[in-house]
C-alpha cells in the first residue's frame, strides 16, 4: 500500500522527517536539521557556525491509533562569530526543557479547558500534575495583560472557592466582561491593591463601580476613588429583600402555630417560592394559593406588595420617575408596622443615591454572576484549585476570547 504526504504531518521548520516507525501502540518519528541550511544564531540572528550534535526526544500529539507520539530530534550547538554566543538549537515547534511539542500542549490547554482536568490527563496519559503544569506555564506565556484603555465601569464581587482559600475578590470590566482582578480575600484591601496599581489615566476614567450593598469594597472605592458612582447591585437589593420577606413569612408562621391555628400555618406552609417569585412564573395552582393566604394574611399581603413594587422602580428606565417612587416607598415601607421591612427601609434611605445609580448608569452585576458560575464550573472541572495563580490564569483565559 502507497502512502502518501504523511512525512506533512510532521512539519517542523527548518528539518526533514528522516524515518517513522509505528509500534503496537506508538509511533517514532526521526527529524534532523536540513543540511541545506546554515542554523542562526538565536541571539542575533546571523548566521552561526555547527560546532556539536546531539540527540533528544519530545513527546508529539496522538497519531491515529497510537497515544504515545515520540519525536526523536537532532539538535546543535552553534558557535555565532558575530556576537560570540554559544547556544544550543532544537526544532521549532518542540519545548525542549518539557520534553513535548508546541502542539501537544496546546492541545493539551484545550482538553484542560473542555474537560476535567482527571479525564484530560487521562485522555493524554499522563499524570495530572503535569498537565497543570502544562496548562499554566501555556497560558501565562499567551495571555496578553488586561486590556485597561477606555476603563470605564466595574464590576464587583466576591465569590467562595471552597476550603484552603475560601473567597476570592472578582473585578470585570463591565463593558467587556474581561476579568482585570483576582485576589484572595473579599475585604476592602484585596480591592485597593488593584486600584493602587492603576495608572492614574485609567482612574479618572472610571465613571462607575458596581458591588453588593453589604459588600466591604463600598469603603475602598470611596477613598481610592472619589469621584466614580457606586451603583448598588439591582439583583443583590432584591435578594436582601427577600430574606425580608421570608423573615416576616417564618415569623408569621410562629406566630400562628404558637396560637395553635393549624389553619393560619398551613396556609402559609410551602408558600416561600410563591411569594417570592414574579406573579407571571407562578403556575395557576401556585398563583391560586398565593393570592387566598394574601387575603388573609396582612402582612404577607403588605411585604408582597412591596416587593413587586421594588422590583418595579429597579427596572424604572427613567430618572425623573424613579427617585419619588423610591421615596414613596421607603416612607410606606418605614410605616408598615413590620420591623424587619422598617429596619430594611432605614438602612436604605441612607443610600438612596447609590441605589438611583442604577438607572442612572443602566449597569448591574448580571454579568459577574454569570462568571462566578463559569469560577464553579472550572473549581469543579479542576478537582479544586491549591494554586490560586493558575486559578486566575484559568478564569482570564475564559474571559479572554482570543487564547485557547
Not at 562569530?81 to 526544532?91: A, I, V
Not at 454572576?369 to 469560577?375: A, Y
Request: proline residues 3%; positive net charge.
Amino acid at each position: 500500500m502507497k502512502v502518501i504526504g504523511i512525512k506533512n504531518m510532521f512539519v517542523f521548520d527548518g528539518c526533514t522527517v528522516k524515518e517513522i516507525r509505528f509500534g503496537m501502540s506508538n509511533v517514532e518519528v526521526r527529524i534532523d536539521f536540513d543540511r541545506r541550511r546554515r542554523p542562526r544564531c538565536p541571539a542575533c540572528n546571523s548566521i552561526a557556525g555547527r560546532e556539536e550534535r546531539r540527540r533528544s526526544s519530545a513527546r508529539d500529539i496522538p497519531f491515529g491509533l497510537a497515544q504515545i507520539t515520540i519525536i526523536d530530534y537532532e539538535k546543535l550547538k552553534v558557535n555565532c562569530s558575530k556576537c560570540g554566543q554559544r547556544s544550543w538549537l532544537s526544532p521549532a515547534g518542540i519545548i525542549p526543557r518539557r520534553g513535548i511539542t508546541r502542539r501537544l500542549q496546546e492541545l493539551a490547554v484545550r482538553l484542560a479547558r473542555d474537560l476535567s482536568i482527571c479525564k484530560a490527563a487521562e485522555y493524554l496519559d499522563v499524570p495530572e500534575t503535569t498537565l497543570r503544569r502544562w496548562d499554566k506555564a501555556y497560558l501565562k506565556e499567551m495571555l496578553p495583560e488586561p486590556e485597561l484603555d477606555g476603563l470605564r465601569v466595574l464590576l464587583i464581587d466576591e465569590k467562595s472557592i471552597g476550603r484552603g482559600h475560601n473567597y476570592i475578590t472578582i473585578v470585570l470590566n463591565g463593558d467587556t466582561g474581561e476579568l482585570l482582578h483576582c485576589e484572595e480575600g473579599k475585604k476592602g484591601d484585596a480591592l485597593r491593591s488593584f486600584i493602587n496599581r492603576l495608572p492614574e489615566s485609567v482612574k479618572t476614567g472610571i465613571e462607575a463601580a458596581c458591588v453588593d450593598r453589604g459588600g466591604a469594597y463600598i469603603s475602598a472605592i470611596e477613598e481610592l476613588l472619589p469621584h466614580v458612582d457606586l451603583v448598588f447591585d439591582k439583583y443583590h437589593l432584591v435578594s436582601n429583600f427577600n430574606k425580608v420577606v421570608d423573615e416576616v413569612r417564618r415569623d408569621q408562621w410562629n406566630t400562628f402555630r404558637k396560637d395553635k391555628d393549624d389553619d393560619g400555618a398551613k396556609a402559609i406552609k410551602n408558600q416561600r417560592y410563591n411569594l417570592l417569585r414574579r406573579p407571571e412564573n407562578n403556575t395557576e395552582e401556585q398563583q391560586d394559593r398565593l393570592e387566598k393566604l394574601l387575603e388573609i394574611n396582612e402582612p404577607l399581603s403588605k411585604v408582597y406588595i412591596l416587593l413587586e413594587d421594588f422590583r418595579d422602580i429597579l427596572s424604572e428606565r427613567y430618572l425623573k420617575y424613579a427617585k419619588p417612587n423610591l421615596e414613596d416607598w421607603l416612607e410606606t415601607a418605614k410605616n408598615s408596622g413590620l420591623a424587619a421591612v422598617k429596619t430594611f427601609a432605614t438602612n436604605l434611605e441612607k443610600r438612596t443615591e447609590q441605589v438611583l445609580n442604577i438607572i442612572k448608569h443602566d449597569i448591574t452585576n448580571g454579568l459577574i454572576e454569570g462568571f462566578n458560575n463559569l469560577v464553579s464550573r472550572i473549581i469543579h472541572r479542576g478537582c479544586g484549585y491549591h494554586d490560586l495563580e493558575y486559578l486566575t490564569l484559568k478564569l482570564r483565559q475564559v474571559s479572554h476570547r482570543d487564547v485557547l
